[in-house]
């Protein structure tokens, strides 16, 4: 890690644990450098205008407000290939629009020679498909948990049998590349997992649902093991 880099990650690892301190040496072995080196560091934050302060004792150690960070550090050309990537292995993903537009966003940012850089890396990586990519997940799903509202959906089982329910959207579930949008199901007044590809209508309904707090023991899964989205 370059120091720029290092810098950045300095600030947003003290306001990840704000109000809590961290001390040099911890940062010194979390990034692999001198407790000396990071007591620079932290002097050029400092002098740059960063609100850092040390606590004494023997838990003390360094602090900033949590509100505080720094503009984001420009992607580098492998940054960019790799977000690239992971865009193209999303499939059917109900956040797939969303990633394409950041995606966009991220190329836009970046100067004209990492931009070009990035493009002449990501010209090098191919994907062998054996199947179709499967359809994009429709707007008014993907957007059913940043805009709650009930829907109404025509659902098809396993089986082919159709039913329409009404449905307060919590959560998602991705397994094996199938995605799942987890619901509060008022058919079966409990909560269910519905197959996003067998959701065959949907419509938004002007009800707000109440709020439900989903967590991994309500989504009862049976196998494997569930691993939350961390940011």
């Not at 370059?2 to 300095?10: E, G, I, S, V």
């Not at 960070?69 to 059917?92: C, D, H, I, K, Y």
């Not at 990519?133 to 159709?162: F, H, M, S």
Request: net charge neutral; charged share 25%.
């Amino acid at each position: 890690m370059n120091r720029t880099d290092r810098l950045y990650a300095l600030v947003e690892e003290l306001r990840a644990v704000a109000p809590r301190p961290r001390s040099a040496r911890w940062l010194a072995e979390r990034f692999e450098v001198s407790v000396r080196t990071v007591e620079r560091d932290i002097s050029a934050l400092q002098q740059g205008g960063v609100p850092i302060w040390a606590e004494p004792g023997r838990t003390g150690g360094y602090c900033v407000s949590r509100e505080h960070t720094l503009p984001p550090v420009n992607f580098t050309p492998q940054e960019a290939m790799a977000m690239a990537v992971a865009l193209q292995s999303m499939g059917a993903a109900p956040f797939r629009s969303a990633a394409e537009t950041a995606m966009r966003k991220l190329v836009f940012a970046m100067g004209g020679d990492d931009a070009q850089a990035a493009r002449d890396l990501a010209a090098r990586v191919h994907f062998l498909r054996d199947e179709p990519v499967p359809e994009r997940v429709p707007r008014l799903i993907a957007d059913a948990l940043a805009q709650p509202r009930v829907l109404r959906i025509a659902y098809g089982d396993r089986a082919g049998t159709r039913t329409t329910r009404e449905i307060e959207p919590l959560g998602y579930v991705e397994s094996s590349a199938v995605w799942y949008l987890i619901a509060w199901c008022r058919m079966r007044d409990g909560i269910r997992a519905f197959r996003i590809d067998r959701i065959l209508d949907v419509t938004v309904t002007a009800e707000m649902p109440e709020p439900r707090v989903l967590t991994p023991a309500d989504i009862e899964i049976v196998y494997g093991t569930l691993e939350p989205l961390t940011l």
